[in-house]
């Protein structure tokens, strides 16, 4: 696809349930990013890939969170055991390697609702 | 830890007026500053980069300049129009970040008034 697309878009989980979001990233986009954003908030970074390296995981909130990039190319972001403060827009960067400037780009977000 | 900050959180003009948009940071150890554009339900799209050895940056309504000694970035559009609003972001990549991790601000929502 022409940019980095995000599915499901909209998802409304019970509280206690497991969801899985996906990100796939620009073809031949070698860095892989994760940002959660709260409603009305900036983003927050989550986790960060190089191909299927996972280099920094330190904004995982809790270990409820994992990320994995198996083949390096389609990530999944999955959150176990949700709770009403993982009700955030979850968003999927990428760039390709040697990121010099205007080439990050972000996907739509998918709307996690924890109910 | 780096943090970034956007004032005012919300901002009114009418059509015509000029936009000043602030961004504080408080690391100067900065790699470069980058501003985005988020539409409601949409992803962010980039404006403008400037390097950590630039002054600033432009393009057509746009010009962002950068003041790391001070901790200061500073958005500008002309002569906005209806078009122009959104929530505008700006998000600093540190010189120590890994690949191209970003710290955003809480961002500046803008409603151009026609």
Known sequence: GAGVSQSPRYKVAKRGQDVALRCDPISGH?????????LGQGPEFLTYFQNEA?????????DRFFAERPEGSVSTLKIQRTQQ?????YLCASSPVGYSGNTIY?????WLTVV | KQEVTQ????????????????????????????????DPGKGLTSLLLIQSSQREQTSGRLNASL?????RSTLYIAASQPGDSATYLCAAKLIKAAGNKLTFGGGTRVLVKP
């Open chain 1, 30 to 38: 070698v860095s892989l990013f994760w940002y959660q954003q709260a």
């Open chain 1, 54 to 62: 996972q280099l920094d995981k330190s904004g995982l909130p809790s």
């Open chain 1, 85 to 89: 403060e993982d009700s955030a827009v």
């Open chain 1, 106 to 110: 972000f996907g739509e977000g998918s």
């Open chain 2, 7 to 38: 004032i005012p959180a919300a901002l009114s003009v009418p059509e015509g007026e000029n936009l000043v948009l602030n961004c504080s940071f408080t690391d100067s150890a900065i790699y470069n500053l980058q501003w985005f554009r988020q």
């Open chain 2, 67 to 71: 003041d790391k000694s001070s901790g």
